[in-house]
């Protein structure tokens, strides 16, 4: 049954500091003391579907970014004593240990950080279970806060059930969506969780505020806010949706609304200065991006402006389809899982005609209680500083990114199946009737469902990226990262001859169709050197494996990840035969690092391979002498022209 406001009725009295305002007592009902007491069962539930749905995650490690921001992060490692770094720094600060610019605009994030370092504080390093036990509890938390806020806004009717309300609708959509596994299962996620939280608490002591008239709940709103900005960027979004929410469903007037954008504006204004006191810049470092050439972190490159916007109204339909339709799920929506597409697509039509036909319609019914319209707008405004539109997010889409912006849609289900479909079956709106009962609950199953097999994936770097390349077989990354995991948990471990064969076989197909896609991915190449060396381990092939090492270092001459790997295969190599090893150091050393590159340093280097192997090399001892002298060193040009000439 529909809880009952237990405020007495309006008298002529002026009403005290202690009672609600008149024009604030639709809130009442909902935010007033007695929460707790009439509505703990749902509270519950929302608490106990995230656990339900979560706990065999609690086993999980660490995946992904979890490395950067979390077990090598070093300003994380060091507890509470570092969480002054965490905040006076980038994100990867404590990672790098240098500043890099991998993306526009750089990453603060510092408040997950903060709550990761308190973890190994008090559990201990190396404790992941600790990360996805308070990555539940504070998604449940979600669940309760969002139930609170709806409920406050749309009161269980009369004569109605709260399990077949708006509020409870929508918020168990919300906490059953396979789009939030993504942030639930995965530790870094918490970023994500943590926004919305503060977003939401936000929202909740504004409301409180309309509801008491007392003035620190506007305080309590902005320092709310603010720690949804420290866990990251799009709680700013909120800035423009509080108000709104309070101007639609409220009985105050636009004006009064507004009274709640002050503690926004002035934690955003805070956010906006501690950002750029630890970035030191606003958007973009005056250095630049350094991977602005990787399409892995800059998935537009080389794409014009029709082409990029017609990309991302494409990745825009996407989210669409996957908010209804949440299947297939990746990790990956990396190039070229998400195509290229121009305007002649008829996916990116439907992006951009059906964007701009929900802003406009959303704007022309906008006014109070229009459940549509307010979701319609909360979805373009949480979404608009993910999209692409604006800034650039390093890569096309993920499903991370609807994580907020799924609020409104999990809304319009609740507004659906409590309001508008009992009026289509001649139902009273809020009442419980069949069909909506059988319908609502065959969707959340069906999401319950998906969420459920959807979360092994994430129980390992290799289960997630096996499931990866099995949906998005366009991308180069999904096929790299699987040949990464199979060479790192399954090649390397591996005892037995004939498996190892069929793993390098394997091996050999994905990191062909990864460098296919893209021929400069500088991990995939690294990765072909490393199973070019495990083919060599089976058949021999010193001139097969020579070859494959060559084509690598014509690609990435200097990334120190792949010289270090074949330095190390040099030395072991050193017994092999000495011809052709002598004519593969000739042949890097003296023919693409000093004839092509001009590169002395890096043709010595190559060269004193050869040198190490004790032959005396004529073609070897030449080349360092012409080096030597064209460097300078007249005295080791001599002594290595003398060697020379002495085995003529």
Known sequence: MAAKSKSKPASSTKPTASQA???????????????????????????VSAYGLYFIGLKYGYVLDDEMVYWKNEYVQKGL??????????????????????????????????????????????????????????YGLTGILLYRILLGLFPVREGGKWYFSLAFLA???????????????????????????????????????????????????????????????????????????????????????????????????????ARYEALGYWLESEKGIDAST???????????????????????????KLLFVPHPLTIDYYPYHVPKVSWSDWRALIGVVGYAAMAVWALWKLKKGNVLAYAILFYLATLSIVSNLFVSIGTFMN?????????????????????????????????????????????????????????????????????????SEGSARSHCFYVTGLYQEKYVKEKDQEVKKALVTEMEYHIKRSLEINPNYGAALIMKFNVAAARFQIDHQLDKFFHEAEYVIERIPYNNTFRNNLAAYMKYLDGSNAEKYMAFCYRVGYEFFWKQK??????????????????????????IAEISEATGNAAQAKEFRDRANAQK
């Open 171 to 273: 918020s168990a959509f919300y906490m059953l969506h396979p789009l939030h596994v993504e942030c639930v299962a995965n530790i870094k996620g918490r970023d994500e969780i943590l926004a919305v939280l503060g977003s939401l608490g936000a929202l909740w002591a504004a409301l409180k505020y309309y509801d008491t008239k007392a003035w620190w709940y506007l305080a309590i709103s902005g320092v709310s806010l603010l720690l949804g900005m420290f866990a990251k960027e799009n709680a700013l979004t909120f800035v423009a949706v509080i108000p709104l929410t309070i101007w639609m469903f409220t009985p105050v007037s636009f004006r009064r609304s507004l009274i709640s954008l002050l503690p926004l504006l002035v934690a955003a204004l805070v956010f906006v200065w």
């Open 399 to 471: 499903e991370r990114f609807l994580y907020m912006p799924s609020i409104a849609f999990c809304l319009v289900l609740g507004w659906f199946f409590a309001e508008k479909l009992p009026v289509w079956f001649k139902e009273k709106p809020g009442a419980v009737y069949p069909i909506g009962i059988i319908l609502a609950a065959a969707i959340g199953g069906l999401y319950a469902a998906r969420t459920i097999t959807r979360i092994p994936d994430w129980q390992s770097g290799f289960t997630l990226n096996k499931a990866a390349v099995e949906v």
């Open 598 to 623: 001009n590169d002395a340093n890096a043709a010595l280097y190559f060269l004193e391979f050869a040198l190490n192997r004790g032959y005396e090399d004529i073609r070897t001892l030449e080349s």
């Open 294 to 320: 990787d399409i892995m972190n800059n998935p537009f490159l080389g794409m014009g402006k029709d082409e990029r916007l017609a990309t991302i109204f494409l990745t825009l339909a996407w989210y669409v």
């Open 81 to 138: 004593a570092g969480i002054r770094q965490i905040f006076s720094t980038d994100s990867f600060m404590g990672y790098f240990k240098e500043q890099k610019f991998l993306l526009e605009g750089g990453r603060y994030r510092p408040l997950s950080l903060a709550t990761f370092a308190m973890e190994v504080q008090f559990f201990g390093p190396d404790k992941p279970a600790a990360g996805h036990f308070f990555n539940v509890l504070l």
């Open 21 to 47: 305002p008149a024009d604030s007592a639709a809130l009442t009902h909902t935010f007033g003391p007695d929460f707790w007491g009439q509505h703990w069962l749902p509270a519950l539930l929302m608490l």
